[in-house]
């Protein structure tokens, strides 16, 4: 996607197509035009799941992914580490180890969706 018209003739795709759910990945386009992605979710009242979380804190329905917060505390161990004289290159590469699930029901009310009490009792934070 390279701009707003894009993410307009996706989104008319999937509603157009039937789609059940959108899953939005990492995108500097889609960051950015947040909420235009979440106006165009309620208006096809599709369900979209987000990888990052600021957009479900925007208004997007749900979120999961790295907790941000866990790797900006993990990174400055790193820093740490670097400043009392270890070289970055002998440091090891870690992979993320929290994720974090994220709910919007406000959202979810305005799509008319209903999310079980299950799936409710799985997530790390449920807006409302």
Known sequence: MRGSKDIEISF?????G????????????????RTQVTDLAVKGRLPVIHYRVE???????????????????RAATY??????GAKPADLPV???KKFEFIINLKAAKQIGLTIPPN?????????K
Do not use: F
């Open 119 to 127: 799936v409710l009792a799985r997530a790390d934070k449920v807006i």
């Open 79 to 84: 820093v740490e580490k670097i400043l009392k």
């Open 18 to 33: 039937r789609a059940d759910a959108v899953l939005l990945l990492a995108s500097a386009i889609l960051v950015a035009r």
């Open 94 to 96: 870690e992979q993320p």
């Open 55 to 73: 957009p479900v804190n925007t208004g997007g329905l749900m979120s999961y992914g790295v907790s941000i917060d866990d790797l900006d505390r």
């Open 12 to 16: 008319r795709a999937a509603s157009k």
